[in-house]
């Protein structure tokens, strides 16, 4: 990988990871009408996390299977799921709000420290 692509796919991966938090938290709050637009973006957003982080998994690691990855695949799975139920969900607001932090905030330290 070369130095251009892997400073874009960083860049990449922690706007879409800002994306999705932001969309999710919308997604908490936002008026009914304006689900399907925030349910979509929040969709493709999640897919650009997923996707960069697989090819930065492949090109850095080798697709090693330690387990930080593993686990900041969790979270992604969890905030991308959050972020589909909230608006179903509106007296959870509270706990999906409060999950969807500890995730992210979870995922970024994993990123950062990688301890197994
Ligand atoms: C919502 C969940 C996620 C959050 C909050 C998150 C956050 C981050 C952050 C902050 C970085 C550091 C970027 C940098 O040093 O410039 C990073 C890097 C990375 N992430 Fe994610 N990420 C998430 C999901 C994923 C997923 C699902 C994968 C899938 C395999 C993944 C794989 C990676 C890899 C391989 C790196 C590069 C680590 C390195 O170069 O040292 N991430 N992530």
């Known amino acids: 990988m070369s ?3 892997f400073n874009f796919l960083h860049a990449f991966h922690v706007s879409s990871v800002l994306l999705l ?3 999710t938290f919308y997604a908490l709050a936002g008026a009914p009408e304006t689900r399907k637009r925030v349910v979509m973006w929040s969709g493709i957003v999640s897919l650009l996390v997923v996707g960069s982080g697989i090819r930065m998994w492949q090109a850095e690691f080798n697709f090693a299977m330690a387990g ?3 686990l900041k695949l969790l979270c992604w799975l ?3 799921a ?3 139920m909230a608006y ?3 007296e959870k607001a509270g706990l999906f ?3 969807t932090a500890i ?3 979870l995922a970024v330290t994993l990123a950062y420290t990688k301890p197994f």
């Open 103 to 105: 995730l992210a905030i």
């Open 21 to 23: 938090v932001g969309l």
């Open 3 to 5: 130095p251009h692509e």
């Open 97 to 99: 709000g409060a999950l």
């Open 78 to 80: 969890g905030i991308s």
């Open 88 to 90: 179903r969900r509106r």
């Open 68 to 70: 930080w990855v593993f």
């Open 82 to 84: 959050l972020a589909g």
